[in-house]
């Protein structure tokens, strides 16, 4: 079987997808600053000030990164996050096969998604005026994202 036998997903599943996974993510957030506060503690980080590491650059790239791992996990494993899972979706390799991508895909992609849906969303107008109805991520990743039926 191949990508082109699923339809590619639509805009507002890919949309509402993204919106479970923020969930997951504030949960995540809250662990990584539970445990920056906890490290910051021992370290003896916190006898002047409350919340030093907030303003610290280290603790906000750990957290950055600690989000990226999340999708870079996933999308790796099964080509699924938890929201893509919800709302059948999955992330495949853009050469006909529907195998999930390799590491190296997974970290393009985190790094092309950011920027093509912050700068209003026009990672995703692109997919209104291409040919295979791809969003401007996905081309740049060399992968698509596609809504997979339903199990029995």
């Known amino acids: 079987m191949n990508h082109n036998e699923f339809p590619a997903a639509p805009i507002w599943r890919r949309l509402a997808a993204l919106l479970y996974d923020r969930f997951i993510l504030l949960a995540i957030s809250f662990l990584y600053g539970a445990a920056a506060t906890l490290a910051g503690t021992l ?33 790796h494993k099964s080509g699924q996050t938890i929201g893509m899972r919800t709302w059948r979706l999955k992330l495949v390799t853009s050469d006909n096969h529907l195998h999930t991508p390799d590491w ?3 970290a393009l992609r985190a790094m092309v998604a950011p920027p093509a849906i912050a700068l209003g969303g026009i990672g995703y107008w692109y997919k209104l005026i ?3 109805a791809r969003s401007l ?5 060399k992968s698509h994202v596609i809504e997979v039926p339903k199990e029995p």
């Open 43 to 75: 370290a003896g980080w916190h006898q002047t000030d409350y919340q030093p590491m907030f303003r610290h650059w280290a603790f906000t790239l750990g957290w950055v990164l600690v989000l990226t791992a999340f999708y870079l996990w996933f999308w």
């Open 104 to 106: 190296r895909l997974c």
């Open 130 to 132: 291409d040919g295979q």
């Open 137 to 141: 991520h996905d081309r740049l990743s």
